[in-house]
Each structure stands twice: as structure tokens, then as C-alpha cells.
């Protein structure tokens, strides 16, 4: 391999940002939008063309967890049996729970790290806490 020039090192090599991914076209307007939103909300980057599927399963259930709630603001008992929007909405409300952590957006993911380890009690580690770890 040739030796490079100084020259040549001290320039800087900047690479384009991939572009932000959009809704694919068998969403529809709601899902799209609420596919757009939850795109801009992350930083440029944070998902990548593999995260597709699960960004349109996480705007259909956006979409079906407001229906489900407007459904249910309008009337939680139908006769003298709940709603079956009910039973809709709760595994609305789990779909999304479980797509936010598999996508990393919501509280959790912004959050430090809470493993007990890193948690501490908020003090640096002393220099004998740093050699020998939890050894006691």
C-alpha cells in the first residue's frame, strides 16, 4: 500500500447523510402521517431501511389505538357488556409498548442506562472500586 501525502490526510472526507426514510406508498394518510412524525422525532440516522416494517406496524397501530379510544370515549359499554374496542385498544396499547422498544424511541430510550451496575449511587467510582470492581 502506498504511504499517503500529508496533503492528502488533511483534508477532511465527508461522506452525505442517508436521507431520512418515508412511508411507502400501502400506508395510508393517517399511518403515513404518524409514520412522518415518528421519523422527525428521531435523530437524522437513528433508523436505517431494515427498521421499515416495523415503522409501518407502529403507525397502523397508532391509528388503531386512536380509533379504539375514540370508540370507547363514545361509549365503553354496549348494553350491559364492555366494548369490544376495549379488547382492541389493550393490545393496541401493547403493540405499541413493544415496537417502541424494539424501534428505541419513547422515555426508556432517552434515558442513561438504569443496569444496577452503571447506576451507582452517583458518584465517581473510587481508584480501588476501579481496579477491583464488585469483588467485596
Not at 370515549?73 to 413493544?98: D, E, F, K, N
Not at 444496577?116 to 481508584?127: D, E, I, L, M, V
Request: aromatic share 6%; hydrophobic share 45%; proline share 9%.
Amino acid at each position: 500500500m502506498p504511504r499517503r501525502s500529508t496533503a492528502s490526510l488533511s483534508i477532511a472526507h465527508l461522506s452525505p447523510l442517508p436521507g431520512r426514510l418515508q412511508p411507502p406508498a400501502e400506508l395510508g394518510a393517517v399511518e403515513a402521517e404518524v409514520f412522518r412524525a415518528t421519523v422527525a422525532a428521531a435523530p437524522q440516522g437513528h433508523f436505517a431501511a431494515e427498521d421499515l416494517p416495523l415503522l409501518c406496524a407502529y403507525a397502523r397501530a397508532v391509528m388503531f389505538e386512536r380509533r379504539a379510544a375514540e370508540e370507547l370515549a363514545a361509549g365503553a359499554v354496549v348494553g350491559s357488556q364492555p366494548s369490544p374496542w376495549l379488547a382492541i385498544h389493550g393490545q393496541m396499547v401493547r403493540a405499541l409498548s413493544q415496537l417502541s422498544i424494539w424501534l428505541r424511541i419513547g422515555p426508556k430510550s432517552r434515558a442513561p442506562s438504569n443496569n444496577r451496575r452503571s447506576a451507582g449511587s452517583g458518584r465517581t467510582p473510587s481508584a480501588y472500586d476501579a481496579l477491583f470492581g464488585d469483588q467485596r
